[in-house]
């Protein structure tokens, strides 16, 4: 790699283009990258530490809480109380919302949502899992304890948006609306580079991502789509193929680079879909857009639904544009 590029001094470098270039995006960005590479530490030696396996209680959404689940969601918080560009925090992990209140945070502008370890089930059994965070300037005055309306905002008013994806090499992704970026992470040096500049997601692939087994519960759309992913037509290049891994980050990241679409539904067992609409579904959003893809609930862009709750969960249609086109196209027709 010649002439390598930091994520710091990329940040740097791009700070122009943040809508309030004061250096805190900088400083907010160096809270997540050192709190991804302690969870990274972490994900790496898990089979060596008593770290692997369930805490024996669930977290906010029913969900059995993992021990990593719980690490990452106090490193993450931890590393964004210590600076004081944020206000609070939401995470997939609590029930409320975390105000920060110590005087470091007395004028701070921003509230940050994450969903700390996405696909933490699949850590066991050492697969691909993740990071994803979203940025908002608050709503509320600034000196004023941050409250629920700084966090319940559309998804089209973030500021900035990314994952950490935590596989067979480490990556931080994110963008500020100015194109996307993604960053490796070199284990020798602990520093993120600059290894995936300006990345796009193909117009159409032909990976389709779903559960197929909750077939049964799937709308009448998303069954005809499924159905129209595996029939031969070679102008089109199907069948499809399936590609799952149940780490939605992992699912995401690899029909980034490569092309397609990952459906998660509603269904009978999950009425209004699993996925949470401001800790995945948003960032993920607005990082698609930002590549040149799609993402949706099956009707409507996902970044124009107005949150209602924190814990909110949506229907979700992401990827490559003309596949969350065909897949809008059933949708509309069965619906």
Do not use: W
């Amino acid at each position: 790699m010649s002439n390598p590029i930091t994520l710091g001094e990329f940040v740097i470098e791009k700070q122009g283009q943040f809508p309030y270039a004061t250096g805190e995006l900088s400083q907010l960005l160096s809270s997540i990258r050192l709190a991804a590479k302690v969870v990274n530490r972490e994900i790496n030696k898990a089979g060596l530490g008593d770290v692997l396996g369930a805490v024996g209680a669930q977290n906010v959404q029913g969900e059995q809480q993992m021990k990593l689940d719980v690490y990452a969601d106090e490193m993450f918080i931890k590393a964004l109380r210590a600076r004081g560009e944020v206000c609070g925090v939401g995470s997939e992990e609590n029930e409320d919302f975390i105000v920060f209140d110590e005087e470091i945070h007395s004028n701070s502008k921003y509230v940050v949502l994450i969903d700390p370890l996405d696909g933490s089930s699949n850590i066991d059994v050492n697969v691909s899992v993740g990071t994803i965070f979203s940025i908002y300037r608050r709503v509320t005055p600034p000196g004023t304890p941050a409250k629920l309306e700084d966090f319940l905002q559309a998804g089209n008013k973030q500021v900035a948006a990314g994952y950490v994806v935590y596989g067979s090499s480490t990556m931080l992704v994110y963008t500020t609306g100015h194109g996307v970026n993604g960053f490796t992470l070199d284990p020798s040096l602990g520093v993120f580079f600059l290894s995936h500049p300006n990345m796009q997601i193909p117009k159409t692939g032909n990976i389709y991502s779903i559960n197929e087994g909750n077939y049964v519960h799937f709308p009448d759309g998303v069954k005809n789509y499924i159905k129209y992913c595996q029939e031969l037509d070679v102008p089109t290049n199907r069948p499809y193929t399936s590609r799952y891994i149940g780490s939605l980050v992992s699912d995401f990241h690899r029909n980034m680079l490569k092309g397609g679409i990952y459906i998660y539904p509603k269904g009978t067992k999950s009425p209004n879909g699993k996925l949470r609409l401001l800790y995945e579904c948003n960032p993920l959003a607005f990082i698609a857009e930002q590549a040149g893809g799609k993402a949706s609930n099956g009707f409507k862009r996902i970044m124009d639904i107005q949150p209602e709750e924190l814990h909110q969960r949506v229907p979700f249609f992401i990827g490559s544009v003309e596949m969350v086109d065909k897949a809008e196209e059933f949708m509309t027709k069965f619906s």
